[in-house]
């Protein structure tokens, strides 16, 4: 079944395949996953809100008409599922254990080295959670996952030329923030 295409198993699945569900929960669960680790920085939060995706996409999908691809539908799942999860949060996360560990590097780094990336990593991480909703959006989906301007455009249900605008303020106030950090650290 792993050879069908998302057409084929969203077919599959509304004549009553589960399998078909599964198929592409597979398929998608950790590009998903990892879209929501972007916007809520931790680990458990992005579990909730994978499972929270694919619960409202295994409620959603037999209404799924095709007019975008999976991809980006799935997509815009995600972000609105993580967006909503953040304002309910309401609260800044940082990095949990397992970014720590992944920031060990190199065992032949010294422990400043270290110590230096996690730190740098750190900071990038509250300047995204300080921008707004929608750049945050634009930042993770265009930066982190290198979704094309257009597809974004379809995810978010915006212009191209807002998205650019958006990505450019995003980066902007990162490197201001990063900058004014580096001036009081």
């Known amino acids: 079944m792993s050879d069908c295409t998302d057409e084929e198993l969203v077919g599959g699945y509304q004549k009553g395949n589960e399998g078909a569900f599964n198929e592409l929960v597979l398929r998608y669960q950790q590009k998903v996953y990892w879209v929501a680790r972007r916007f809520s920085n931790d680990h458990d939060n992005a579990d909730d809100i994978t ?20 991809f980006t ?8 599922v993580s ?4 304002r309910r949060q309401r609260v800044r996360e940082f990095f949990g254990l397992d970014d720590l560990l992944e920031l060990a590097g190199d065992e032949a780094d ?4 270290v110590f230096e990336r996690q730190e ?6 509250e300047a995204i959670a300080t921008l707004p909703t929608k750049q945050r959006a634009v930042f993770v989906l265009r930066y982190y996952e290198e979704i094309p301007y257009e597809e974004i455009a379809k995810i978010l249900g915006t212009t191209v030329g807002g998205l650019k605008a958006n990505y450019f303020h995003a980066i902007r106030k990162i490197g201001d923030y990063i900058n004014r950090a580096h001036g009081t650290r």
């Open 51 to 70: 499972q929270e995706v694919f619960c409202k996409v295994h409620q959603g999908l037999n209404e799924f008409r095709g007019e975008s691809s999976l």
């Open 73 to 80: 539908w799935l997509y815009r799942v995600t972000v609105n």
């Open 83 to 86: 967006l909503n999860y953040l």
């Open 110 to 113: 010294s422990p400043d080295r």
């Open 120 to 125: 740098q990593k750190s900071l990038i991480e």
